[in-house]
């Protein structure tokens, strides 16, 4: 029979309680199961000198995920039934660091749609308490409450009932000092207290009745098993000399080893001197390498550790610790199968993978239990998967069948704790005979300290043939950051011609700063490499008369199909990401659009939206400091991003791209990359208000039609890495300014479109709307065509070909054959500027503009219209 079966077999009929039982008389009574789901162990605690320790816990006595995690969820399934259906929707779960954050997380399951919080040790920067305890018996008092919605334990009449789960319920008061505290703060009519054990005495379970009694609120209690344990007189200094002699024999029989370790080495340096003596040099080295052999402790080679990339998903945190909703629940679910299947190949696919121990790290309990509920689900008969974490709690360790604890690990913390640096163990993993270890923790946890010789990692592998290592990132609350050390948004009139309540401005004034370059010169430092667009501003464009007039007659003809297209993207956002969504504007362009999404919702349904612009620069990404200020100040999920018309695409993927690196970075998870737009003429979107290639007058104008505020600015010189990308008001454009000209008059035709606006939003609710990127299989048609060969000097669709003429050096304008009223001030523009304007067919846009592919300054001439053939 091998080591690892005569140890299941000692397991199957030597209760793990025995040790301890006979030694210091402890008892343990109760019912059938009782025995099955505790055994007994030591500790040095001043408090209380013996351990409970749990079987199916998954803390101290590694166990297969299915039955740790069933054990939870049934318990969770209990409370729903006992509740209702009704109640059980409005229950908050709350479970106890650390042995129970991962058994109270499984009973928030079992309920279903109950989110969920525990209790933790460590502290998190700029989160607010919303409370905290003390718990009697453990050798590390302080619970914080750390939760992201404020709100999250808030009581009054119609306050939620509260789920306490622990592991065990042994005198209630750690249980009683939390339903103390909190219904001082937050009262309610119900708490519900679950463990897996109750092991009260009589009198406690009476002070559990009066203490209900004299708060006036309801207490259940929910247990999968009942007992008691009979402690004999002196027990606590009993167990404490048992533990001191325990260590010292344990102490005493390393310190022999260890002589005998050295004694063995100086014979055999003795034996080799005697063989060189004797002219035996290398035979002298054969015993000296022996000697040397002997003295290394006998256990197999160390194993390598391999990094396992989970792919987390980016919206879920790593746990309760400032809580956990149904719907990360739900996309961790999704999750899980992908996360396992990484596993597995790790572990290396098609072979039969022995014993795998998934071992989770101290409060993180959860994310690696379902981790090893998948990997087992997956594996089924090729591997034993079992289940346990380590912990900070000190447990003497005793190598025999009736003992709970009978191996452990010590290594130093790796978490940069807030109380100082110290030991952490994993019990039972060394001498299990586990083929691999799976090593999960977050990265606030993944340290040189958890690498080091002495560390964990090293811990395992001279017990196991593979160590793998899972790191799941840290979950970040959204109001960490404190909004005092980030800058605040800036708002007209000091900023804008826009009103106040409008639009912040998530943006640095730099208008003092001279920024401003002839469009040539700019030209072909972007062409050449030598400058970006955005670290420079064209010089603003001054409108002739004619063109003047050209735009309010284009906004006398356009406003009510502008409005008709605002409504319809509003109502849109509103039945898709409401009910309170907040509008983030690509600024410039898609900052009149946000600011009449806003008048929208205010003149339909009342609703007073939030509103910012920010910064994204293609090539550079979006503006993070101005993500960081609004994850601190909204919830990133409500955040709709915004701007006026797409035309290739480019800003859509760029957006994508940008948010993805932010959360990869460290950054608040949450945010939704998708683009509302007014017009959709590309099909890069599933968010828009038509996808018709019409002129939007707003696109006419830079930045008179904008609040006065130019493009956005990035310079490194300008902008560090905590500021707001930067922009200029013109303040002295005052006079031209047509901003709430343009407004006033799309406003005015609300009404006259609601209708169409409903008949349109019910049509494209019910449509496939998804991107079909017709426009950027144009463009690269295009760029391949006339010899471009860059989709970047390709700007389709009305309001790109007007940004050409008004910013960059034009080299000709594609005109649709037949495109009328929608293109007359682009016509104009040419004109101004001399360049050709060409009708064509089989074109998806209106119009295309197309900047000068090879630019330099004699590619215009000195009156600064285009030259052709440079």
């Not at 490194?716 to 000209?741: M, T």
């Amino acid at each position: 029979m091998s080591e690892r079966a005569r140890r299941e077999e000692a397991v199957d009929v030597v209760w793990s309680g025995n040790w301890v039982a006979e030694r210091l008389g402890v008892a343990l009574e109760g019912d059938g199961e009782l025995q099955e789901l505790l055994g007994l162990a030591l500790r040095r605690n001043p408090k209380r000198a013996h351990l409970l320790v749990s079987n199916v816990l998954g803390k101290h006595v590694p166990q297969h995920p299915s039955v740790v995690y069933g054990a939870g969820y049934g318990l969770g399934e209990r409370v729903r039934a006992l509740l209702g259906a009704r109640d059980a929707r409005r229950a908050v779960v709350l479970g106890y660091a650390e042995t129970a954050t991962g058994l109270g997380h499984a009973v928030a399951d079992g309920l279903r749609d109950a989110p969920y919080l525990h209790s933790t040790r460590r502290p998190v920067a700029g989160v607010a308490q919303a409370g905290g305890f003390e718990e009697a018996h453990s050798h590390a008092t302080s619970h914080l409450l750390l939760p992201e919605d404020p709100e999250l334990l808030a009581g009054g009449p119609d306050a939620s009932v509260l789920v306490l789960v622990d592991d065990e319920f042994s005198t209630g008061n750690t249980v009683l000092n939390t339903i103390r505290a909190l219904h001082e703060l937050h009262p309610r009519e119900r708490y519900v207290i679950v463990a897996l054990v109750d092991m009260r005495s009589a009198g406690d379970r009476d002070r559990l009745t009066s203490f209900a009694a004299e708060i006036g609120a309801r207490v259940d209690l929910v247990t999968r098993s009942t007992g008691t344990v009979t402690l004999p007189e002196g027990v606590l200094e009993r167990g404490q000399a048992l533990v001191a002699a325990q260590e010292a024999e344990q102490a005493g029989r390393a310190e022999q080893a260890e002589q005998a370790e050295e004694a063995g080495r100086a014979e055999q340096a003795e034996e080799a001197g005697r063989a060189e003596e004797a002219g035996r040099g290398e035979q002298a080295e054969q015993v000296e390498q022996a000697g040397r052999a002997a003295a290394e402790p006998r256990t197999t080679a160390s194993a390598p550790v391999t990094r396992v990339d989970l792919d987390w998903p980016a919206a879920v945190p790593d746990g309760g610790r400032h809580g956990f909703t149904p719907a990360h629940r739900a996309a961790l679910e999704a999750a899980l199968p992908d996360m396992a299947q990484r596993i597995a190949g790790a572990l290396g696919v098609g072979a039969r993978h022995g014993r795998v121990l998934v071992l989770g790290f101290e409060e993180l309990m959860y994310a690696p239990l379902r981790l090893g509920t998948a990997l087992e689900a997956l594996l089924g008969a090729d591997a034993e998967v079992r289940y346990s974490t380590t912990t900070r709690s000190p447990v003497l360790a005793v190598d025999d069948p009736g003992y709970a604890i009978r191996t452990r690990l010590v290594f130093p913390a790796h978490d940069d704790p807030a109380d100082g640096p110290g030991d952490r163990y994993a019990y039972n993993v060394a001498g299990a005979g586990f083929d691999a270890v799976l090593a999960v923790v977050d990265s606030i946890a993944d340290t040189t300290e958890l690498h080091a010789p002495d560390g964990l990692l090293a811990r395992l592998a001279a017990h196991t043939g593979q160590v793998l290592l899972a790191v799941v990132p840290s979950y970040t609350p959204h109001h960490t950051l404190e909004p005092a050390v980030l800058p605040e948004p800036l708002r007209g009139p000091d900023f804008s011609s826009y009103a106040p309540e409008d639009v912040g401005w998530l943006l640095q004034d730099l208008s003092d700063t001279e920024l401003e370059a002839p469009t040539e010169e700019r030209e072909e430092a972007i062409q050449s490499g030598g400058a970006h667009y955005a670290e420079s501003l064209p010089v603003e464009y001054q409108p002739s008369a004619a063109y003047q007039a050209l735009f309010t007659a284009a906004l006398d003809t356009s406003a009510a199909r502008i409005a008709r297209a605002v409504g319809t993207v509003t109502e849109t956002v509103l039945a898709e990401r409401g009910p309170r969504p907040v509008l983030v504007s690509l600024a410039r362009a898609g900052t009149p659009v946000g600011v009449l999404m806003r008048h929208w919702a205010r003149h339909r349904h009342g609703l007073d939206l939030p509103h910012y612009a920010i910064s994204i620069v293609r090539g550079r990404g979006i503006d993070a400091t101005a993500l960081r200020w609004l994850a601190a100040h909204h919830d990133p999920a409500d955040v709709v991003f915004v701007d006026g018309w797409t035309g290739k695409g480019a800003i859509t993927r760029e957006l994508a791209a940008a948010v993805e690196e932010f959360e990869a970075s460290g950054g608040p998870a949450g945010f939704d990359p998708e683009i509302a737009v007014l017009a959709d003429p590309g099909g890069c979107v599933r968010t828009y208000g038509t996808r018709e290639d019409f002129l939007i007058p707003s696109a006419c104008l830079n930045s008179t039609v904008s609040g006065l505020i130019s493009r956005t600015v990035l310079r490194a010189d300008l902008v560090g890495p905590d500021d707001f990308h930067g922009a200029k008001f013109y303040r002295e454009l005052a006079e031209s300014d047509v901003s709430g000209d343009f407004l006033a008059a799309v406003t005015a035709r609300f009404d006259e479109v609601a209708g169409h606006v409903d008949a349109d939003t019910k049509e494209l609710l019910a449509a496939d709307r998804a991107p079909t990127w017709e426009g950027w299989a144009a463009v690269e048609r295009i760029s391949e065509e006339y010899g471009i060969h860059d989709v970047n000097l390709v700007k389709p669709g009305v309001g790109e070909t007007t940004r050409v003429l008004l910013r960059r050096v034009p080299w000709k304008i594609l005109a649709k054959r037949g495109a009328g009223a929608d293109l007359q001030h682009i016509r104009l523009l040419a004109e101004q500027r001399g360049v050709p304007v060409e009708e064509v067919d089989d074109l998806p846009y209106s119009c295309v503009g197309l900047i000068h592919p090879r630019f330099t300054r004699g590619a215009t001439g000195a009156d600064g219209k285009a030259v052709q053939g440079a």
